[in-house]
């Protein structure tokens, strides 16, 4: 589903040039779970970024669901991130002046689905995360946990085919990062293709398949495909179990 | 996304910054405020003078000597000849006046007793009472007859009367004017101001005595009211040509009381007019004061912006959300504007009770289109600001 080639994100401050990603090549095919981790200015928001259409690769080509995304207009990537994917972040990036479930509605309202449609959607979403008595709460009458559930819940609502979770525990303690990740993977086993950014050894071991970043490359790939270079691994029927994850990876 | 839900999502950010909101509606309240004030007073001042016409009989026509080109310039060449009292005579008899009335005038000083002062003297008729509508408070105006008979009779203006016999009845009272004694028959009921003329203020002669009296040849003035409000152009005529052969050459001017009046009325929107562009003054201020809150908006809700994208909103999407923001903050100011400048005329009918300040449903139409195109101009700027937001850096910064 998703296939980067040379990939380079290059930002310019000043007089230097900083490289986020450098010549990154990588496959993900549909329904796979991806962890990305890697020390902190490694790269690795970057890539979500490209993934999720939020950024334009500087350089090299990025193919999702066999479109070229660097060819696309501004109008064409907004579609695709309406339509396609979802995202999770770190600081939730709810509204807090809408409640949980108005939260939960925001991508419908701009994808003009009707008021009812939209309300019925929403709770039943929040159902799904076990938020369904807290659907007339704002953002801060919810604990961390609550708000990356309803974070979690808008951005399936629109049932995308990609989920893009940067460091979705990272202001987590453990059992609410446990109940996160636990909804993820759900939704992950009902065919959602999830890629997770994590510093967490633990979260990331979970993963089947693993990548690690350093200084905006790839440094290692526990499921790379042979099509992507390769370097490793050989290629497996799609959904197919992973080798256990490398020894090197999650500490 | 549906325009219901547009506006509702716009009323919530605007409630999540109360005080803001609050203030910069309160900015275009105060200039659209300014602008219904100042359209009613200018409204307000030509009702005054339309009424005041109204009052004089808007069939009223005017005939003076000389030909008066409209710029008021030097008179046509030629021989002037009189206005006369045979003409006024002649105009009276013809078929298309009710009422005519001539008029002769000139300062003098009136005593009576001691007391004296100069007063405004008008020579006329029995029937200048009707033709300028006026009340007789006591006694009886000049009496009906032949004008070309002088006389001695004397009406006052109720401020002549007051001040010549405080406390007293002037009536059959002998006053002086120059070298003539004349007998108070009546007093006028008070009438005010007249187009700056204070009809108050004036005592009235028979029109004979008065040219006598002043050695004038020539009246100064002929009121003519035509029978009927629709046949003015008619009787306008009938008059010219009467006078033309009676004088053997077009020298006299007559003028409507309808060319004064819509002379008058358009000289004072105009001035309501150039009123408005003071007001607009202070909705431009207005203006950058929402466009002040929009950018403050938008800086301060970069990461929503950023969400918005990432949830696949489009970039006019955001751009219509933070434009339609600004635009229901004007017209909100624009209501509370319009709302604020009637109580505030309200407020000043009632201190002033005869002015008739009135905001003319123009400026209200106008007043609101105005608010709202302040609203969408001073928001386009932070609008597309907001659109051009890169929602990776929007999103990163917490
Ligand atoms: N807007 C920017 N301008 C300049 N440099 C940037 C910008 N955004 C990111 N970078 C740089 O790109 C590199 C990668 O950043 P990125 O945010 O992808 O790292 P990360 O792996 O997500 O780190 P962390 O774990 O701390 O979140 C860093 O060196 C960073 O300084
Ligand atoms: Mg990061």
Redesign the pocket.
């Known amino acids: 589903m998703i296939q980067l080639e040379g990939v380079w994100r290059t930002?310019r401050?000043g007089d230097s040039v900083?490289h986020?990603l450098r010549h990154v090549s990588l496959a993900i095919r549909r329904g796979e779970h991806v962890a990305v981790i890697?020390p902190?200015?490694?790269?690795?928001?970057?890539?979500l970024h490209v993934l999720g259409c939020l950024d334009r690769p500087t350089a090299g080509r990025y193919t999702f669901a066999g479109r070229e995304v660097g060819t696309l207009s501004d109008e064409e990537r907004s579609a695709l991130r309406q339509k396609s994917i979802g995202f999770v972040f770190q600081f939730f990036h709810l509204l807090p002046r809408l409640t949980a479930v108005g939260n939960v509605e925001l991508p419908m309202l701009f994808a003009g689905v009707p008021a009812q449609e939209r309300r019925q959607r929403a709770l039943a979403a929040l159902a799904a995360v076990g938020l369904a008595p807290r659907a007339g709460h704002r953002p801060d009458q919810l604990s961390g946990g609550e708000c990356q559930r309803v974070a979690i819940a808008r951005a399936a609502v629109m049932s995308p085919e990609l989920l893009l979770a940067d460091?979705p525990t990272g202001n987590l303690d453990r059992a609410a990062a446990a109940e996160v990740m636990e909804l993820l993977e759900a939704m992950h086993a009902r065919g959602l293709t999830l890629v997770v950014?994590t510093?967490d050894p633990a979260i990331a071991k979970r993963a089947r398949r693993v990548i690690q970043?350093c200084d905006?490359e790839i440094l290692e790939d526990s499921g790379a495909l042979a099509d992507e270079g390769g370097r490793r691994g050989a290629e497996r029927p799609e959904g197919a179990p992973s080798a256990p994850s490398q020894s090197g990876v999650g500490e | 996304m549906r325009a219901r839900d547009l506006l509702l999502f716009v009323l919530g950010a605007l409630e999540g910054h109360r005080l803001r909101t609050a203030l910069s509606v309160a900015g275009v309240a105060i200039g659209i405020a300014a602008v219904v004030c100042l359209t009613a007073l200018g409204e307000g001042a030509r009702r005054y003078v339309t009424q005041e016409f109204a009052l004089l009989g808007s069939n009223l026509l005017i005939v003076m000597p000389g030909r008066v080109e409209t710029s008021g310039a030097a008179p046509w060449g030629g021989v002037t000849h009189d206005l006369t009292l045979a003409d006024y005579v002649a105009v009276s008899r013809l078929r298309g006046v009710r009422k005519t009335a001539p008029l002769c005038v000139a300062t003098e000083t009136v005593k009576a007793g001691e007391r004296s002062r100069p007063v405004p003297v008008l020579g006329t008729t029995a029937e200048f009472l009707e033709v300028r509508r006026l009340v007789v408070a006591a006694g009886e105006y000049l009496p009906p007859g032949d004008p070309t008979q002088g006389g001695t009779e004397m009406v006052l203006g109720p401020k002549v009367a007051r001040e010549l016999f405080p406390g007293a009845s002037p009536l059959g009272q002998v006053v002086r004017a120059g070298a003539w004694r004349f007998r108070v028959t009546g007093v006028l009921a008070p009438r005010g101001r007249s187009l700056g003329f204070d009809l108050d203020d004036v005592v009235f002669i028979p029109v004979q005595t008065a040219m006598r009296m002043f050695n004038r040849r020539s009246l100064f003035r002929i009121l003519v009211e035509a029978q009927e409000y629709g046949a003015m152009a008619v009787t306008r005529r009938e008059v010219l040509a009467l006078l033309a052969q009676r004088h053997r050459a077009e020298d006299v001017t007559v003028i409507t009381q309808d060319a004064l009046m819509t002379a008058f009325s358009s000289i004072l929107r105009a001035l309501t007019l150039a009123l408005v562009g003071i007001a607009s003054v202070s909705l431009a201020v207005a203006g950058v004061g929402i466009m002040n809150v929009m950018l403050v908006s938008v800086s301060e809700r970069r990461s929503e912006i950023g969400l918005l994208k990432a949830l696949g909103a489009r970039n006019r999407q955001v751009l219509g959300a933070f434009l339609a923001e600004a635009v229901v903050l004007a017209a909100a100011g624009g209501v509370a504007g319009i709302l604020l400048g009637f109580a505030a005329v309200r407020l000043f009918v009632n201190i002033y009770p005869t002015f008739p300040a009135v905001p003319p449903l123009w400026a209200v139409v106008l007043a609101l289109t105005m608010s709202v195109g302040v609203g969408a101009l001073f928001g386009v700027w932070p609008a597309q600001r907001a659109t051009r937001l890169d929602p990776v850096?929007a999103l990163?910064r917490r």
């Open positions: 930002y401050v900083v986020a890697g902190s200015g490694s790269g690795k928001s970057t890539l460091e950014v510093h970043m905006g | 850096a990163s």
